[in-house]
């Protein structure tokens, strides 16, 4: 069973549109981490949020955490090519403390 | 600041034999987390250190793997026997501490034919 949930798996858009990235759980998190990861590399992290509501911005990424931390989305806008990848998040269980991934986004941007 | 090292970068081993991965992790960072890469998938969670102490091993078959972290700097992660479906990426991540931010080493990526 996935604690996190991320939709879609798969994602194949035209350079310049607009996409969500969604993750979902039916746990609380003490805070939740968004990663990219190219092939051949490790996870690298884009963003933390800590507070539910809370939003944060990154140029044309704007990551958005659940008003009751259990969720949380990933917004960009004017799609690059450049932005093709795997993209994970990450969420840090509340009172456990581990880091537990989603089974990630994979982001293909046409030219 | 030098990163997360991982050796060996790639490695390929027979059903049945045994493997094992090193890793270093940035220095002074006191949480380690080793984690499970297959194909297509999202990382999942084999084992996370404080130190040298285990914080979570849930998913850590237990049967044929084990890590350990030395006085708690780098950190082994070995398989044996090895089967068909242990072939994945194997990633090594540190962080200051349990709550801040992960960094990743390249991974390991073992292929068991």
């Known amino acids: 069973t996935q604690l996190l949930e991320q939709s879609p798996q798969f994602l194949s858009i035209q350079e310049g549109e607009n996409l969500t990235v969604y993750c979902n759980s039916s746990?609380?998190?003490?805070?939740l981490q968004w990663y990219r990861q190219e092939p051949g590399e490790g996870p690298v992290l884009l963003v933390t949020?800590?507070?539910?509501?809370e939003v944060k911005k990154l140029k044309r990424l704007t990551f958005q955490f659940g008003d009751a931390r259990k969720d949380s989305s990933l917004h960009i806008t004017a799609a690059q090519p450049g932005d093709t990848g795997l993209y994970l998040c990450?969420?840090?269980?509340?009172?456990?403390?581990?880091?537990?991934f989603g089974q990630g986004t994979r982001l293909t941007i046409n030219p | 600041e030098a990163g997360v090292a991982q050796s060996p970068r790639y490695k390929i081993i027979e059903k049945r034999q045994s493997v094992a991965f090193w890793c270093n992790p940035i220095?002074?960072?006191?949480?380690l987390y080793w984690y499970q890469q297959i194909l297509g998938q999202g990382p999942k969670l084999l084992i996370q250190?404080?130190?040298?102490?285990?914080?979570?091993d849930s998913q850590l078959p237990k049967d044929r793997f084990s890590a350990e972290r030395l006085k708690g700097v780098d950190s082994t992660l070995k398989i044996q026997p090895a089967k068909l479906e242990d072939s994945a990426v194997y990633l090594c991540?540190?962080?200051?501490?349990?709550?801040?931010?992960?960094?990743f080493g390249q991974g390991t990526r073992l292929t068991v034919v």
């Open positions: 991540a540190s962080s200051l501490q349990l709550v801040t931010e992960a960094f």
């Open positions: 746990s609380v998190f003490s805070s």
């Open positions: 949020v800590v507070t539910g509501g």
């Open positions: 990450a969420g840090l269980i509340q009172g456990a403390q581990k880091l537990v």
């Open positions: 220095s002074g960072h006191a949480t």
């Open positions: 250190f404080q130190n040298n102490g285990v914080v979570d």
